[in-house]
């Protein structure tokens, strides 16, 4: 059974740091790119961040640009985000996913549970 399980959101005041973990089991975690999305009320679920199966390329939302990190561990099954100078504005509901297309064209994508990260001003 295909897990992914956030973890690390929480409180934290403006201008702090949170680092977020998603732990990946029961697929070929290094086969597949990673993103991370969030989502207030009201509002889609937004593009944070993403990187490649291999890490090797990564890419960012402009509201986050300069001040989040994207980072995986092939060997742990694990991608994280690394959160700094936090805004209130970036309150949401954080959820990793994971992708894959099939050369023949079919599309593998997981999600998980989402993890709350608050910043008070």
């Known amino acids: 059974q295909v897990q992914l399980v956030e973890s690390g959101g929480g409180l934290v005041q403006s201008g702090g740091s949170l680092r977020l973990s998603c732990a990946a089991s029961?697929?070929?975690?290094?086969?597949?790119?990673m993103s991370w999305y969030r989502q207030v009320p009201g509002k889609e679920r937004e593009l944070v961040a993403g990187?490649?199966?291999?890490?090797?390329?990564?890419n960012y939302a402009d509201s986050v640009k300069g001040r989040f990190t994207i980072s995986r561990d092939n060997a742990k099954n694990t991608v994280y985000l690394q959160m700094n100078s936090l805004k209130p504005e970036d309150t949401a509901v954080y959820y990793c996913?994971?992708?894959?297309?099939?050369?023949?064209?079919?599309?593998?994508?997981?999600w998980g549970q989402g993890t709350q990260v608050t910043v008070s001003s």
């Open positions: 996913n994971a992708a894959r297309r099939y050369e023949s064209g079919q599309f593998d994508d997981y």
């Open positions: 029961a697929f070929i975690f290094s086969s597949y790119a």
């Open positions: 990187i490649t199966s291999t890490g090797s390329s990564t």
